[in-house]
């Protein structure tokens, strides 16, 4: 991956992080006015302790996409972003372009999926 390419991805990778950082303040600020407004019965309980549940584990998805980035852009600072970790091959460039923070190349992937490496 040229120094361009490098650039390119960790503009990228920036991007992605303050837009996920963003939508996790708001799924926040949306999970802490659910049922804030007025007398709520059973069924609006019921419903905002759910709500409030999915917006905390998407809070957690979140979470863990902020720190694959993180992970990126320290794999960049190491001179390693773009390979592998399990077979040190370079992962494809289209591979690259669409999952910026991607650790593995698709057949590692599967490999690590499979069996919990």
Do not use: T
């Amino acid at each position: 991956m040229d120094e361009e390419q490098l650039q390119e991805a960790r503009q990228r990778l920036l991007a992605m992080r303050e837009e996920v950082l963003e939508e996790s303040q708001k799924a926040y600020a949306a999970s802490q006015s659910l049922g804030k407004d007025g007398v709520p019965d059973i069924g609006d309980m019921s419903s905002n302790s759910y709500n409030q549940e999915v917006l905390m584990n998407l809070s957690e998805a979140q979470r863990g996409r902020v720190r694959d980035i993180d992970a990126a852009l320290e794999r960049m600072d190491q001179g390693v972003y773009g390979l592998c970790a399990r077979c040190e091959e370079e992962i494809p460039q289209r591979r690259m372009e669409v999952r910026p923070f991607s650790r593995y190349c698709v057949d590692c992937k599967s490999e690590v999926e499979k069996f919990g490496e």
